[in-house]
């Protein structure tokens, strides 16, 4: 047996040393995951973060006092859930108050230039944000990061660079009002970083090269639905062009060589599966060595959260997993460390630090809701502090998380459709299958680092 | 005696924990964890009740208990807590 990894800090702060109860029946924590290794089994803690290695057979159990002090052995009657949501309610208080917004993420435009069946946008208004609006943003932007005085001098004050999400609609639809911003930012000196969710059609090398030299783009993530005929179908762009796949394939490889990370984004439902792994096939030697280029799998579904398409969540869980080996066969996958931070926030819509600005000047808390939700203005300080705190409002644990090994990175959000209702089996599968091949990962980092 | 400011109790499973919220970390840095009676003092100190009002709800709560061990264990618990600084005079 060894310690791979111990506990986090915080979680050793907030978990404490489990105190051992004399003539009490103990069983392992729900919320481990195992993953086999060369060398044995790994067993990983998703509250705390330990991670230990088990080699000759040996169990935590085989170390009884040892794995109940650090809570991979509970009591009988332990309730893990609870015991989870206490620590994170916990880790959330204790959590620094963001004195400023630094993260934005701005809808350009919620028009697009393609009707794929499956947006969630889909019967919204078309709005395009104006030239003006764009530096009323920028203006915006500017006064709440924190980076400048009352004055519009630099302050001395160490603050995180301003992180801007370019999103839509398709964004690069009205990419004038990028431009916009940004180059206010930079006149005022204004330290910033920007990523970007595209159907790519539009970024060709030129605007490429400026959205890495101008926009400071750091990554783009580019849907690709299948190989061409199946990805000219479902786009089904209104402009009309020979081959969209190809144009797009085109962009990723400028992309790249301007060294923009890429994430292709490979979404899934039972009737593009298989021509997805094909699709893996297809794009591997047009993409490997090119650049930093990785695959990512989302599983398409309803908004409101429920896979359809699928006969069974087994064999939702099936497909997607063989894409996700067929990935890490090319190479695309994307090496995520192995995460073990107490998760305390879902996304932007419970963070105060982040905002969403919207084409209008308004500014919401989830970029899913470009017409509701609406907490304020660029123009005006008052908030809908009500508004604000209803996206903090987690949901109580479904029946379905009993004994979850992934529970504690679940942070429900009541108002967010994606998390309202349980999650599906398979995603729940590939959770756990994306965090075993994490800790494997890990565990050869440990290895390699020892040597 | 009241308690420090800018303190939430925050119950964890079977167990309490007084954390200390964004403010509150200017005063108080780290956790503190009470069992169910050290919860009962806590709330206790924040209703404005003194140690042996505290002491009789806790017998008049807890059937098995007598005053003056109650009393004992509320003095014991707030002077740890006066220690630490999160009940102040």
Not at chain 1, 49 to 58: H, I, P, R, V
């Amino acid at each position: 047996m060894k310690e791979i990894l111990a506990e986090t800090s915080p979680a050793k702060m907030l978990c404490g040393a489990q105190k051992i109860i004399q003539d009490k029946s103990y069983r392992r924590s729900s919320h481990i995951v195992s993953a086999q290794c060369e060398d044995g089994t790994l067993l990983f803690h998703t509250l705390t973060g330990a991670m230990y290695l088990f080699d000759n057979g040996e169990t935590p159990e085989d170390h009884r006092d040892y794995f109940i002090k650090n809570r991979f052995l509970v009591p009988e009657d332990f309730d893990d859930n609870a015991y989870a949501d206490g620590i994170r309610t916990a880790a959330r208080v204790l959590q620094p108050k963001h004195r400023h917004i630094t993260s934005f993420t701005i809808l350009t435009t919620t028009d697009c230039n393609a009707r794929c069946f499956y947006c969630y946008e889909m019967g919204r208004k078309r709005v395009n944000m104006s030239a003006q609006t764009a530096l009323d943003c920028a203006k915006y932007i500017a006064r709440v990061c924190g980076q400048l005085t009352d004055k519009g001098e630099k302050t001395t004050e160490t603050v995180s660079p301003v992180k801007l999400s370019w999103f839509g609609g398709e964004p690069l639809y009205n990419a004038e009002v990028i431009d916009i911003i940004t180059s206010y930012l930079a006149q005022k000196d204004i330290a910033f970083e920007s990523i970007i969710t595209t159907n790519g059609l539009y970024l060709d090398a030129d605007t490429a090269k400026k959205a890495r030299r101008d926009w400071h783009l750091k990554s783009a993530q580019i849907t690709i639905d299948g190989t061409k005929d199946v990805y000219n179908r479902t786009k089904a762009y209104i402009d009309k062009y020979d081959d969209p796949h190809e144009i797009v394939l085109t962009n990723i490889e400028n992309a790249l060589k301007e060294g923009i990370r890429i994430f292709v984004r490979l979404n899934m439902d039972s009737k593009n599966a298989d021509d997805l792994i094909r699709a893996v096939d297809n794009m591997t030697p047009r993409l490997k060595g090119k650049g930093d280029c990785r695959f990512l799998v989302a599983m398409l579904r309803e908004f409101k959260g429920k896979i359809n398409e699928f006969d069974t969540e087994e064999a939702a869980a099936e497909k997607c997993v063989a894409l996700l080996k067929k990935i890490e066969e090319a190479g695309f996958d994307r090496e995520l460390k192995l995460d073990r931070e107490l998760h305390v926030n879902r996304c932007m819509a419970d963070n105060d630090g982040a905002q969403v600005l919207l084409p209008e000047g308004l500014i919401g808390k989830c970029e899913h809701f470009s017409e509701t939700e609406i907490i304020g203005d660029i123009y005006s300080p008052e908030r809908d502090v009500k508004l604000i705190e209803s996206w903090k409002k987690t949901l109580p644990p479904f029946s379905e998380c009993e004994g979850c090994p992934v529970y504690p990175r679940c942070y429900n959000l009541a108002k967010c459709d994606w998390t309202k209702d349980a999650c599906p089996q398979s995603v729940k599968l590939i959770r756990i299958y994306n965090l075993q091949r994490q800790m494997q990962r890990a565990y050869n980092d440990y290895k390699s680092a020892s040597n | 005696m009241k308690l420090l400011e800018e303190m939430m109790l925050v119950k964890v499973a079977d167990e309490y924990m007084v954390v200390p919220t964004a403010r509150g970390t200017e005063n108080f840095s780290g956790v503190v964890r009470l069992n169910v009676t050290g919860k009962d003092i806590w709330e206790g100190v924040g209703q404005g009740l003194g140690q042996e009002q505290i002491a009789e709800m806790l017998v008049n709560k807890y059937e098995d208990v007598d005053f003056e061990t109650a009393l004992g264990n509320v003095k014991r618990i707030v002077e740890t807590l006066k220690k630490e600084g999160l009940i102040l005079d």
